[in-house]
């Protein structure tokens, strides 16, 4: 994985003290508060509904087991025991004393980490697959051009008052399990019919209170032309995107009144100019940072098989492992979901554990995906018992990967000052619920969003749960359709709302509708698709 | 009733006008009035209290005071999930104060 040269480390070190010092002028009322915000934000401290909460980076997910195990220290040190990671790729800690985040900050960027432009209007931490330099159907590991564009983008002069945060995916296959195409703008790293690697580039989607899907503005950019072209986007967007209506102000807005041929157009123009500036760093740049992303020395030879003579164990392997590019070998999903727990939470021990799992097992690395769980990427298949004992020990062992159990669920009224109800109950009382039907309903995938700001992608599940305020009580709408994958979709809504126990049920309802419905072994959504929402509505709704 | 809600600058914890002082408990609260959003104010201006604000209170069948509405008497309580992390984490019924 990348690590930090002298510039980045400097960069970083130079930035924490200039925080304390902001931080100091703040406490002894040298600034205002209107004054201090802006720079808190810029290091990723938010005020939410009961404390301070930080956002620290995970760059495209990847962690090493020393950084997890400094995120577990800084839950003991600074929080109350544990963080929450997000579907951002990211952790967020919900307890933190203002006066100890310059001490917090120095500790992290011992490690190699930051909490930098993980808030405000700039380009945020880019994500990508969760399997990368693992899944066996990517034709390259999508990380060293998340890292090139990580590097050029961060603390870019240009963008770092946008008019709105901006948000970039890498995924290098033809599956989709960052939700590519629900991004400001999604790269899918590609090779044209001459083999040649090159970048196709899909602007101007994303969730929130106007979801829309990134139509592809490119299908091929060359890849010794990829910061060029972002930078491109990013300059038509910056120079159009509308800043004075917020609600109206991310790129997708901008794609969709322009129409995708014109905004096309303009970024095809701007890039024309560019390339006579050469912008783009040299291609051995690309390879310096490529080095870091090298394949562990795999071993060869490995026994496929794998012992399954405990059934609960067959399950785990079945349902939280998929196929590895190497022989042998497989990434192990760590779910951070027991059955009615809380979605995305882990306990500072439960870091430590899956640091050292991941230094015992998987070549010293882990990922956070953006269904707020943990991936061991290569962890060879003789050693799937042992992890896993370990594992459910902890209580990390469920066997409900794209399950429905498999809940994301954004932190909503419990923790998040924008909620308009709360999203961590409904998903815990839906896990309890539908936990024991799992294998019956094979994979569902089901997300709850206590806003409509969308950070639990609710518009992106099969089952979708919008929490909303109805004169002062919280009310769940429920949407069917969704898909973040790469038959990306849009849920819709199926009608009026429901109290807390209504939505449950109502949840419960759809998955009796698909039980009902489904023939050849069609997943939710299929059925969902070939039947349409009225079956569904009829059911519910009387 | 209108009372005053805020955070401590340094902790970022929530906390409550009294009257003569900040409250992490809401209990403590008192109605400010028609003078809340003056109060507010000077004491923003004296670094006692981050970001505060005036909402609407009530007072429960017990007597005590609570925000009228769930966001705030959620963020008086803690996270509703978490009993362990909320300002009563020893009360097993305090979960049902908030609805």
């Known amino acids: 994985m990348y690590r930090y040269d002298q510039y980045d480390q400097a960069m970083v070190d130079a930035r924490v003290e200039e925080f304390r010092d902001q931080v100091r002028r703040r406490l002894e009322g040298r600034i205002t508060e209107d004054q201090f915000k802006p720079l808190r934000l810029q290091n990723g401290l938010y005020l939410q509904l009961h404390a301070y909460m930080l956002r620290v980076a995970v760059p495209y997910g990847t962690l090493n087991s020393t950084q997890m195990h400094a995120l577990a220290d ?27 985040t ?73 599956a989709d399990r960052a939700a590519m195409k629900l991004h400001d703008i999604g790269i899918r790293i590609v090779r044209n019919a001459a083999g040649e690697i090159g970048a196709a580039f899909y602007v101007g989607g994303g969730m929130g209170r106007t979801p829309m899907i990134a139509p592809c503005i490119n299908p091929f950019v060359p890849i010794d032309r990829l910061v060029t072209y972002c930078e491109a986007v990013l300059r038509v967007y910056n120079r159009h995107g509308r800043r004075d209506n917020k609600y109206k102000a991310r790129i997708k807005i ?24 050469d912008i783009e760093p040299p291609l051995a740049e690309l390879e310096r940072i490529a080095a870091h992303f090298a394949p562990p020395a795999f071993e060869t030879d490995l026994d496929e098989s794998i012992d399954r003579a405990d059934p609960d164990f067959a399950l785990w392997v079945d349902t939280n492992t998929v196929p590895h590019k ?13 059955v009615g727990g809380i979605p995305g939470d882990a306990s500072s021990a439960q870091m430590r554990l899956m640091a050292d799992l991941a230094r015992q097992y998987s070549f010293d690395e882990c990922r956070v995906t953006h269904t707020q769980n943990i991936v061991l990427p290569h962890v060879r298949k003789a050693d799937l018992h042992a992890l896993w004992t370990a594992l459910e020990a902890a209580d990390l062992g469920t066997a409900n990967l794209d399950r429905a159990g498999d809940i994301i669920a954004c932190p909503g009224l419990d923790y998040c000052s924008l909620a308009n109800a709360r999203s961590i109950p409904v998903a815990q009382q839906i896990s309890q619920r539908l936990s024991p039907k799992s294998a019956e309903l094979g994979e569902l995938k089901i997300k709850v969003s206590g806003c409509i700001n969308a950070c639990g992608h609710h518009h992106a599940g099969h089952i979708g749960v919008l929490g909303v305020d109805r004169k002062g009580v919280e009310n769940y709408q429920l949407l069917l359709g969704g898909s973040e994958a790469e038959d990306t979709s849009l849920a819709k809504i199926t009608g009026p709302g429901f109290d807390e126990a209504g939505i449950v049920n109502a949840v419960e309802k759809a998955t009796e509708v698909y039980l009902a419905q489904r023939s050849n072994g069609e997943r939710f959504l299929d059925t969902y698709r070939r039947i349409g929402i009225d079956p569904f509505k009829e059911a519910i709704y009387g | 009733m209108k009372i005053i809600t805020g955070n401590d600058l340094k902790s970022g914890a929530v906390t409550w006008w009294t009257g003569y002082e900040w409250s992490l ?10 003078n809340a959003e003056a109060i507010a104010a000077r004491e923003e201006a ?20 609570r ?5 705030d008497r959620i963020r008086a309580l803690g996270p509703t999930v978490r009993p362990d992390l909320t300002v009563k984490p020893a009360d097993p019924a305090i979960g049902t104060w908030v609805i």
């Open chain 1, 102 to 174: 310059p001490d917090l900050l120095a500790d992290l960027a011992k490690v190699e980490m930051h909490a930098i432009q993980t808030s405000g209007n700039c380009i945020r931490n880019i994500s990508s697959d969760h399997y990368a330099g693992a899944a066996a159907d990517e034709i390259a590991d999508p990380r060293p051009y998340a890292e090139l564009l990580r590097q050029w983008s961060s603390f870019h002069p240009e963008f770092l008052a946008l008019p709105r945060k901006f948000k970039i995916c890498v995924i290098a296959s033809e």
């Open chain 2, 46 to 65: 004296a670094r006692r209290v981050n970001a505060p604000y005036v909402i609407a209170g009530e007072v429960n069948a017990e007597g005590n005071v």
């Open chain 2, 67 to 71: 925000p009228a509405h769930i966001k």
């Open chain 2, 25 to 34: 408990h809401v209990a403590d609260a008192i109605d400010a009035g028609d």
């Open chain 1, 326 to 338: 190497a022989s042998g070998y497989v990434s192990a999903v760590i779910s951070l979901k027991p």
């Open chain 1, 74 to 100: 800084i839950a003991d040190k600074y929080d109350r025991g544990y963080g929450h990671f997000t579907t951002r790729q990211n952790i967020q800690y919900n307890w933190i004393r203002l006066d100890q």
């Open chain 1, 254 to 277: 901008l794609v969709h009144e322009l129409g995708a041929e014109e905004f096309t157009r303009q970024v095809e123009q701007e890039f024309a100019h560019m390339l006579a500036q």
